[in-house]
C-alpha cells in the first residue's frame, strides 16, 4: 500500500515559525514532525510514500533525501502553485497504483492504521474518513454519517453555532484510485469542500471510521504546545521518557528542573535557572542563572540570558532572549530573533522574520 502526505502547505497559522521551518519539518521533541508520520506508516507496513510539496521542499528533500535512510520510498512531487488538498493528490495520480492513504501533514494521531484497512475491506466503497470528536468542531469539516457509517453530507468549517456534529474530519484516509476521477486537473481543488461532495453527489460511498484515538492538528501555536505537553506526560505515547529526559538531561543539575523536561544533546543549564513543568529545551541551548522557564518549547541553540522569564512560548532556532526580558504567554518567536535585555513582549506577541528566509 502507499501513502499520499500533503506537505505542501504554508503553514500561516505557525508563523513566523514557518517563515524558517515549513509545517512537516516543525520539530516534536526534537523530531521533524513527518518523521513522526513516516515512523507511524513503517509500523503499519507502508513503505512507499508520496509527498506533494511546495512551500520550502528544499528543506524536506535534505532531510529525507530518497527515504533509503527510513527503508522507505519517498517520491517528491513539487507544486509551483499551490494545488489545494485534492489537486495535490491528483498531480501525483501517475505515481499512485492501488488503494492508498492520504493524510493532512500536521496531524499526529495513535490510529491504528491497521485496522482502519480491515474496516474500509469490510465496507467497501471509494473510501473511509478517520473521523474524530471535537468540543468546537467550527474551525474543522464536519462530516454527518448513518449508523452504518455511510456518509451524507461534509461542512468545511462551519460557523459556530450551526455545527450538524462533533464529529470532524482528521484528516486521514484511505482512498480507492476512482477518487482521481472526481478532480479536475490543473487547477486548485479542495478535496472537503469539492471533492467529497462530488463523489457524494454521484451516488458512491464514502464511509466514517470515528475512534476515540489520541488527535491533534499541530498546525496552531498553542495545539504545538499542547501536543509537547502531552507527549511529555506519556498522554501520546513517543519514545520520550517521563521525568527529566534527552541527551542533554546527564550534564543538567537537576535541583532547578521541574518534570517533565526534555533536554537536548550539548544544552547547558544555569544551576540557578528555573526550568519547567512541560519544557522541551533543543539541542545546544544556553540557559543562564536566574532565567526561568515553563510550558514553552525552546529549538536548537536558542540562548536565554540571565534572569529572562518565558512561559508558554515557542522559540525557533538560533534566537536569543536578552537579559531580564519577560515572554508573555502565546508567544511566538522565529528563527535568528533578538529580544533585547528588558524587553517586555505582551500576551500572544509575534517577534521575528516577516517573510520566508530564502526561496520558496
Ligand atoms: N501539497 C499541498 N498543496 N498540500 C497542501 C496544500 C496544497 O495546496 N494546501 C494544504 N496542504 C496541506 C497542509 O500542509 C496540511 O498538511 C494539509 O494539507 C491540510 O491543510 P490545512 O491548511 O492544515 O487544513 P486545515 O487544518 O485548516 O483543515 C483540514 O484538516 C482538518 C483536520 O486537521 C481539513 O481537511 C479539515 O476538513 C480537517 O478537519
Ligand atoms: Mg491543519
Not at 517563515?19 to 513503517?42: D, S
Not at 510550558?295 to 522569564?309: F, I, N, R, Y
Amino acid at each position: 500500500m502507499q501513502a499520499v502526505i500533503l506537505v505542501g502547505g504554508e503553514g500561516t497559522r505557525l508563523r513566523p515559525l514557518t517563515f524558517g521551518t515549513p509545517k512537516p519539518m516543525v520539530p516534536i521533541v526534537g523530531v521533524p514532525f513527518l518523521a513522526r508520520t513516516l515512523e507511524r506508516l513503517y509500523e503499519a507496513g507502508i513503505r512507499d510514500v508520496i509527498l506533494p510539496a511546495g512551500y520550502m521542499p528544499q528543506a524536506i528533500t535534505e532531510y529525507f533525501g530518497d527515504g533509503s535512510r527510513l527503508d522507505m520510498k519517498i517520491t517528491y512531487v513539487i507544486e509551483d502553485e499551490p494545488l489545494g488538498t485534492a489537486g495535490a493528490i491528483k498531480n501525483v495520480e501517475k505515481h499512485i497504483t492501488g488503494p492508498f492513504f492520504m493524510m493532512n501533514g500536521d496531524v499526529l494521531t495513535s490510529l491504528d492504521l491497521r485496522a482502519m484497512i480491515a474496516y474500509h475491506q469490510e465496507k467497501g466503497g471509494l473510501g473511509v474518513l478517520h473521523l474524530i470528536k471535537v468540543e468546537d468542531p467550527s474551525s474543522f469539516g464536519c462530516v454527518v454519517h448513518d449508523e452504518s457509517g455511510r456518509i451524507s453530507q461534509f461542512i468545511e468549517k462551519p460557523p459556530k453555532g450551526t455545527e450538524p456534529t462533533n464529529e470532524i474530519n482528521a484528516g486521514t484516509y484511505l482512498l480507492d484510485p476512482k477518487v482521481l476521477d472526481f478532480i479536475p486537473p490543473g487547477r486548485n481543488v479542495s478535496i472537503e469542500r469539492e471533492t467529497f461532495p462530488r463523489i457524494l453527489a454521484d451516488g458512491q460511498r464514502l464511509y466514517a471510521y470515528t475512534t476515540e484515538d489520541y488527535w491533534i492538528d499541530v498546525g496552531r501555536p498553542e495545539h504545538y504546545l499542547t501536543v509537547h505537553r502531552d507527549v511529555l506526560s506519556g498522554v501520546m505515547p513517543l519514545e520520550v521518557e517521563p521525568g527529566i529526559s534527552g541527551a542533554g538531561a546527564a550534564n543538567a543539575d537537576c535541583a532547578n528542573l521541574i518534570a517533565p523536561v526534555h533536554i537536548g544533546e550539548g544544552t547547558m543549564i544555569a544551576r540557578e535557572a528555573r526550568v519547567g513543568p512541560n519544557v522541551v529545551l533543543g539541542k545546544n541551548c544556553r540557559i543562564a542563572a536566574g532565567a526561568a522557564i515553563e510550558d514553552s518549547v525552546l529549538w536548537d541553540d536558542v540562548v536565554v540570558e540571565e534572569g529572562a522569564t518565558i512561559e508558554e512560548t515557542i522559540i525557533a532556532s538560533r534566537s536569543t532572549i536578552g537579559a531580564n526580558a519577560k515572554i508573555g504567554k502565546g508567544s511566538v518567536i522565529g528563527h535568528d530573533a533578538r529580544v533585547e535585555p528588558g524587553t517586555v513582549a505582551p500576551e500572544g506577541s509575534r517577534i521575528g522574520p516577516s517573510a520566508p528566509i530564502g526561496a520558496r
